[in-house]
């Protein structure tokens, strides 16, 4: 019979996977051109934008709605550790948000432009954050106490594995 799976081992490797694609860079730098480079993706897909490689994968636009789907999250979590002590995080289902918000039938316009938005907000909450707010912890349903700042980090290491994730989609879309 085959063990059952560690949820919070499954969650450190999460985490270690998500901060490893950031890696010692500036999480505010990095988060601060993810909005110009989804926006140029999105322009390069052209016609592939609502295109899945293979039925159990993401579009490039549906990739971008989760992005935002993590930003709309994300501020909240931000905003919840930095005014109350040590609050629950919900985690969510990403794959029911995709489906049930249809991000393939949005309008990438309005989708950049509120994710622009979010983006913005956030780096200037981040920016007046003090070291004591940063250190500031939350409770993440399934992966325990995370502070302001490694929660800002994998943010940018989430960037970076989407915009990955997107731009190897389009480049299979284009070899077809």
Wanted: aromatic share 6%; no cysteine.
């Amino acid at each position: 019979m085959a063990a059952s799976p560690d949820p919070v081992k499954e969650a450190r490797e999460y985490q270690r996977f998500i901060l490893a694609k950031l890696g010692d860079d500036d999480p505010a730098e990095v988060q601060a051109g993810t909005p110009s480079a989804l926006r140029e993706l999105i322009r390069e897909a052209g016609d592939h934008l609502r295109i899945r490689p293979r039925p159990t994968e993401w579009s490039v636009l549906e990739t971008a709605g989760h992005m935002l789907d993590g930003e709309v999250v994300t501020s909240a979590r931000y905003r919840w550790m930095l005014a109350q002590d040590e609050p629950p995080l919900a985690g969510y289902d990403q794959e029911s948000w995709l489906e049930r918000l249809r991000h393939n039938e949005d309008d990438p316009e309005e989708l950049l432009s509120l994710f622009e938005a979010l983006r913005a907000v956030n780096l200037s909450l981040w920016s007046r954050s003090s070291e004591a707010d940063r250190a500031r912890i939350g409770v993440h349903e399934e992966r325990g106490p995370e502070s302001y700042d490694l929660v800002f980090r994998l943010i940018a290491g989430h960037d970076r594995n989407h915009l990955e994730q997107a731009r190897t989609t389009l480049g299979e879309l284009r070899r077809r």
